[in-house]
């Protein structure tokens, strides 16, 4: 493992000579939960059913990979939001969710130089659909859950590419993409925290680590510990 070198306050670097140029990417991937946004949904829906000390456990464990099954660590959690309403939902979305700070500058970035963006989640389709809309992404993948009667039924759909978006789906969804693109995965930027964002991470050109944990910040190209997403535009410019 290279040693990470500080790049400018709150950016670390390895392995690679900074700054390099985003027009020399095609595509750039992001996770949702705690990149793109600030919370990590499955915790927020949880405090509605007054679960969200319990669920916020699991999903801790999981980010840090000390739950190697996420889709039994996603199961489990999400038969906890049993109950839940859609409205409940509604409000998670209006009162708790919000933009990290430079993702809007980051992506209107990207695109502007071209980049295809894609948008990866193990959370969930009712905020990824939203999330997608508002930052003008081009493609999204996450996990659909089941409402019966506008009622979470605790369980998830399955969708035609699979059962749940794990780390593994994460890393075939962008690899799909790329190979439908024509590209080859060294032109592709992956950003994320946790540990179910590594496979992916791992399989492109730029890994970027995201006020992430200890594990993927070790193992990424480039780690922003501190200020916004958009301070990625500092390396890539």
């Not at 996420?70 to 999400?78: A, D, F, G």
């Not at 980051?106 to 963006?117: N, P």
């Not at 794990?166 to 190979?179: F, H, N, Q, V």
Request: overall charge negative.
């Amino acid at each position: 493992m290279t040693h990470a070198t500080e790049f400018a306050p709150g950016i670390t670097v390895r392995g690679i000579t900074a700054p390099l140029a985003l027009k020399d990417y095609k595509l750039i991937a992001f996770d949702m939960d705690s990149t793109l946004i600030s919370i990590e949904c499955v915790d927020e829906i949880a405090a509605a059913v007054g679960r969200k000390a319990e669920v916020a456990a699991i999903t801790e464990a999981a980010m840090q990979g000390v739950i190697t099954d996420y889709k039994e660590s996603l199961r489990q959690r999400v038969a906890l939001l049993r109950g839940v309403t859609a409205a409940q939902l509604e409000a998670v979305y209006t009162e708790r969710l919000r933009f990290n700070p430079g993702a809007e500058a980051l992506v209107a970035a990207a695109r502007q130089a071209g980049l295809t963006t894609l948008l990866v989640s193990g959370g969930f389709t009712f905020f990824s659909d939203r999330v997608k809309a508002h930052l003008g992404i081009d493609y999204a993948r996450a996990n659909m859950l089941e409402i019966d009667n506008g009622v979470l039924t605790g369980r998830m759909v399955d969708q035609s590419w699979g059962d749940i978006c794990d780390g593994a789906e994460k890393r075939r969804t962008l690899l799909e993409l790329a190979s439908l693109m024509g590209i080859a995965p060294h032109q592709a930027i992956a950003v994320g925290d946790g540990a179910n964002d590594l496979p992916m991470m791992g399989a492109v050109g730029l890994s970027v680590a995201y006020h992430a944990k200890p594990t993927v910040r070790a193992q990424a190209k480039v780690a922003i510990h501190e200020g916004g997403l958009d301070r990625l535009l500092e390396v890539l410019r």
